[in-house]
């Protein structure tokens, strides 16, 4: 959205990305002109990144890296009122959003076909998602962008998973003083209060400060469930040196509420039945026993240090930490006739101490017609993760396990006030240690302006362990493993703007656990081929991106028969995606994408090549901004249709039919009512449509109408 458009001072789309393309021979492509620049076009052209270095470690134009990439930053996020962190790539390909629905305890994604839940990262490092539960979630309010690598990304993040990386930055120290204060208000009792204020500290110019804090409260998508949010981060950069800047980063959040568990059967959600459906808010859990708190606390930097006119040395380390309590009732699978279904309980209690190091080398050299930027790195993760089990389901300290049913409750009108607190007995106690160490290089060659090759490959060792003891007794589990990865691209830099490239990936999961034969798993294995186009030429206004991948993945485990899973699966994921930004006019600009996704899996010797559940073949966006002029400016309106296919369930569910498709509609409109004051009104789900957003063993719904007002000053 723009602000007070002046058509004659916007730099076209496509001028801005091919501008890029000349800061290069002749020593002229160095970091800091590079990041100005990224700075100055990001500004001028409303979110169009120009340099990223999530997909590569170093800064680099988009339109030079032969991978798919896709960017959402902080104006997208306040344009679209994305107050969770799922909703960021609703608007871009290749991501299926909120499988799950709108989970207030979590955020989902699914990556050309694959789970996201270990492919999140900030500022370059892991944020850790372990012990079922002890999942770091991010404030938007608090990010500037974030990035979408997409594809196998272990050559520069070590362990991953094969459908890419989500990357998130956070908001830092602005040269110029600035300050936003925000209020929001909206249905389900939606509140918000958040102050963004940076600039120089006092009078110096070598000393900068950011500080963002925020205060959240509404309810959940269930009938009682609720969440509340105090969030705090500051940040200083200092720079120590005309060579040496350092940036410190650190976060306070605390959630309290009542989870949503939105676990339905698909008897009343995907099958008719005699008594008509569940209602999308209906509470299978408990609510007056149900409870999360959760505080997480991180502190870390980054150093840039110029070595020589070569040379760089960079370097980002985090320490975090993770404070869980969580209890919440669920219902389980089996139906009790006609109407009655079994519930679980959930019951976690612990915290994590986790650590991030990621040291870089970058030379950059020259001749009269070639240039070449080395990558040297090496990276640590540590995660010691101490909690208490008293789930329904556990795993006891011989090897053994079991699921206790507490309850039973009417699916369609459920009595709260007939639950007894359960007694699950001695909770499991664990003790996860996990640690991982990788080596890394990578160089890429640009030749006369033309030709661009990409190479790298990095070596991993990762070791982990999970000791476990309740009365029964003590038991370990855990895998030592090692990893090579590589990579390699091709790309040819067109005089009309048309780019294709190249590239080959790969990534490594490693797997808990003993096979038939006694001896550890083998990580799961992830190889990526993709072919693409990257456009961005003289007479367009805008630029495209395409890409067709073939994702596979080796190793699963499948079950076939014997006393445990074997690693002779395989899940694979091929599709094309689209994905473009448009200015149609001066003041009408257009953001859409389109997939196709065939992912297919094994799930045991019977059933193998099955499609995967929560993925479409067809998934489609678009969104319009229009800025008015005249008498009406200051006035933008927006709106967007979101179009997602049907799905499969689980292939061994018991569930015999598809989940049906959907399209969805949002809209937004704001006035700047002076040079301070802006007014934005947010409607997602515009027609409130009730829809399953996918199914496996359970199915989801998807998330009703969200209405928000804010009102945001700016200074």
């Given at each position: 959205m723009l602000r007070n458009a002046i058509p004659f001072a916007r730099v076209p789309l496509a001028a801005a990305v091919r501008r890029s393309l000349t800061l290069s021979l002749g020593g002229m492509l160095c970091i800091a002109p590079l990041a100005v620049l990224a700075q100055e076009e990001e500004n001028v052209d409303n979110g169009t990144t120009v340099v990223t270095a999530t997909a590569l470690k170093v800064d680099t134009p988009e339109v030079e890296t032969p991978r798919a990439i896709s960017t959402v930053d902080a104006e997208e996020l306040e344009t679209r009122a994305v107050n969770k962190y799922d909703e960021t790539f609703q608007y871009r390909s290749g991501v299926v959003s909120q499988p799950y629905g709108d989970d207030n305890n979590t955020d989902w994604f699914f990556l050309r076909g694959f789970s996201a839940e270990n492919s999140t990262y900030q500022d370059g490092l892991r944020l850790f998602r372990s012990g079922g539960y002890f999942w770091w979630m991010n404030e938007p309010f608090g990010i500037e962008r974030v990035d979408l690598l997409k594809g196998p990304a272990s050559i520069l993040y070590g362990e991953a998973p094969p459908g890419g990386v989500i990357n998130a930055i956070s908001k830092r120290p602005t040269d110029e003083a600035q300050g936003t204060l925000e209020i929001e208000a909206g249905n389900q009792d939606h509140r918000q209060v958040g102050i963004d204020v940076s600039g120089p500290v006092g009078e110096r110019d070598d000393m900068r400060y950011r500080m963002v804090g925020l205060y959240r409260d509404g309810e959940g998508e269930l009938e009682g469930s609720e969440k509340e949010r105090y969030y705090f981060a500051p940040s200083l950069e200092v720079d120590l040196s005309e060579d040496t800047s350092v940036t410190f980063l650190a976060s306070v959040q605390k959630d309290e509420g009542v989870p949503t568990t939105g676990f339905f059967p698909a008897y009343g959600t995907l099958n008719s039945t005699p008594f008509g459906e569940i209602d999308r808010d209906t509470n299978l859990g408990q609510p007056d026993y149900d409870k999360v708190e959760q505080q997480q606390t991180s502190f870390g930097y980054e150093l840039e240090h110029q070595l020589n006119d070569t040379w760089e040395f960079q370097q980002n380390a985090r320490y975090s930490r993770l404070d869980l309590e969580l209890r919440t009732v669920y219902p389980d699978s089996y139906i009790t006739p006609p109407r009655d279904i079994t519930r679980g309980v959930v019951d976690r209690d612990g915290d994590y101490d986790a650590f991030n190091i990621d040291n870089r080398f970058i030379a950059r050299t020259y001749t009269d017609n070639t240039e070449n930027t080395l990558l040297l790195g090496a990276g640590y993760q540590e995660l010691n993760l101490d909690y208490a089990n008293a789930d329904s389901f556990r795993t006891l300290g011989d090897g053994s396990s079991y699921f206790t049913s507490?309850?039973?409750?009417?699916?369609?009108?459920?009595?709260?006030?007939?639950?007894?607190?359960?007694?699950?007995?001695?909770?499991?106690?664990?003790?996860?240690?996990?640690?991982?160490?990788?080596?890394?290089?990578?160089?890429?060659?640009?030749?006369?302006?033309?030709?661009?090759?990409?190479?790298?490959?990095?070596?991993?060792?990762?070791?982990?362990?999970?000791?476990?003891?309740?009365?029964?007794?003590?038991?370990?589990?855990?895998?030592?493993?090692?990893?090579?990865?590589?990579?390699?691209?091709?790309?040819?830099?067109?005089?009309?703007?048309?780019?294709?490239?190249?590239?080959y990936s790969e990534s490594f999961t490693p797997v808990a656990g003993i096979g038939p034969d006694g001896e550890s798993y083998e990580p799961l294995e992830g190889r990526q081929m993709e072919a693409g186009l990257k456009v961005a030429p003289l007479n367009f206004d805008g630029y495209l991106t395409l890409a067709a991948f073939d994702v596979e993945e080796e190793n699963t485990l499948i079950s076939t028969g014997a006393p445990v899973q074997e690693q002779v699966g395989e899940r694979r994921s091929q599709g094309v995606e689209v994905e473009g930004v448009s200015y149609l006019t001066d003041n009408l600009k257009l953001t859409a994408s389109y997939t196709y996704t065939d992912t297919r899996y094994d799930v045991n010797d019977a059933q193998r090549d099955e499609r995967a559940p929560f993925v479409p073949y067809h998934m489609a966006s678009a969104w319009l901004d229009y800025d008015f002029a005249g008498d009406l400016s200051g006035l933008s309106v927006g709106?967007?249709?979101?179009?997602?296919?049907?799905?499969?369930?689980?292939?061994?569910?018991?569930?015999?039919?598809?989940?049906?498709?959907?399209?969805?509609?949002?809209?937004?409109?704001?006035?700047?009512?002076?040079?301070?004051?802006?007014?934005?009104?947010?409607?997602?789900?515009?027609?409130?449509?009730?829809?399953?957003?996918?199914?496996?063993?359970?199915?989801?719904?998807?998330?009703?109408?969200?209405?928000?007002?804010?009102?945001?000053?700016?200074?």
């Open positions: 507490i309850d039973t409750v009417d699916l369609f009108n459920p009595d709260y006030s007939a639950f007894t607190a359960p007694d699950t007995g001695d909770p499991t106690r664990h003790e996860v240690e996990r640690n991982q160490l990788g080596v890394y290089a990578q160089n890429q060659l640009r030749i006369a302006d033309k030709w661009i090759f990409l190479a790298g490959a990095r070596y991993d060792t990762v070791e982990s362990s999970d000791d476990f003891s309740d009365s029964s007794g003590r038991s370990s589990e855990g895998y030592d493993d090692e990893q090579l990865s590589l990579t390699a691209g091709a790309m040819y830099l067109g005089d009309n703007g048309v780019s294709p490239y190249l590239s709106g967007g249709v979101r179009y997602m296919g049907e799905t499969v369930p689980s292939a061994d569910s018991g569930i015999d039919r598809e989940v049906s498709s959907a399209t969805l509609y949002d809209a937004m409109a704001s006035y700047d009512i002076n040079d301070n004051w802006t007014a934005q009104m947010n409607v997602n789900n515009l027609t409130d449509e009730k829809y399953v957003s996918g199914c496996d063993y359970y199915c989801y719904y998807g998330a009703s109408r969200s209405v928000v007002g804010s009102l945001k000053y700016n200074w």
